[in-house]
């Protein structure tokens, strides 16, 4: 089963193709993940990649498809996979579908989650996330059992550089004029799963499972 899961920045992506992922035992690619591991690591990849991340722009397109080309030949996604945050432009998802038609593949599912504007600034400005582990966590509605610590690893919770509202607001605009496009591409095929995110996050969960296991195998 090969997933795409599309939303803005905050829709819960994440949070969802994470619990899709270990529910049907696949990998999850977040390409987001990808690049800030990069930067952490202060690799070429990642220093040519942090000033679009820190402006809430797009990474340019070459660079990411080259990063997906080679996470997909990984062994571990033979079963299928989840991407998380790519395809981002029209022209991704265009190199994603002769990728994929070359090794005679196809695109299963694309879950579009739908969250308001309004909703998404107030989720984003109050996220923190583990530097190690990747969990995340909200100030008001998943706060860490011990405050600013996560409850999985014990690390010292941050908060991304791209959650501060004026880069929030860019990044929605960035989705907006680049990636909401993909919304009719993909529903033109027949492959789009429209889901309202604003919702109890178990609530979605089994939404979005329910619309998976019927998809005809
Ligand atoms: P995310 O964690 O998915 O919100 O991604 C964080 C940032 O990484 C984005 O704001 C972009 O700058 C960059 N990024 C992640 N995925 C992509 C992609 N598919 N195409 C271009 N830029 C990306």
Do not use: W
Not at 2 to 31: H, M, N, R, V
Not at 68 to 79: A, L, P, S, V, Y
Not at 174 to 192: C, G, H, I, Q, W
Request: aromatic share 6%; charged share 30%; proline share 4%.
């Amino acid at each position: 089963m090969i997933l795409i899961f599309l939303g803005a920045p905050g829709a819960g992506k994440g949070t969802q193709s994470e619990l899709i992922a270990k529910e049907f035992s696949i990998p999850q690619i977040s390409t987001g993940d990808i690049l800030r591991n990069e930067v952490a690591l202060v690799t070429d990849l990642g220093m040519k990649a942090k000033a679009y991340m820190d402006n809430g722009e797009l990474v340019p397109d070459d660079i990411i498809i080259q990063i997906i080309e080679k996470r997909i030949k990984n062994g571990d996604t033979k079963n299928g996979f989840i991407l998380d945050g790519f395809p981002r432009t029209i022209k991704q998802a265009e190199e994603l579908d002769s990728m994929l038609q070359k090794n005679n593949l196809s695109i299963s599912k694309v879950v579009f989650i739908d969250v308001q504007d309004e909703v998404i600034i107030e989720r984003l400005s109050g996220r923190r996330v583990c530097p190690s582990c990747n969990a995340v966590y909200h100030i008001k509605y998943n706060p860490p059992k011990v405050e600013n610590i996560c409850d999985k690893c014990g690390s010292k919770l941050i908060q991304r550089s791209d959650d501060h509202e004026d880069v929030i607001k860019r990044r929605l605009q960035t989705y907006k004029e680049n990636t909401s496009p993909l919304v009719e591409y993909y529903a033109n095929s027949m492959r789009l799963i429209k889901i309202s995110g604003e919702k109890d996050i178990m609530d979605i969960f089994h939404e979005i499972l329910d619309e998976l296991l019927n998809i005809p195998k």
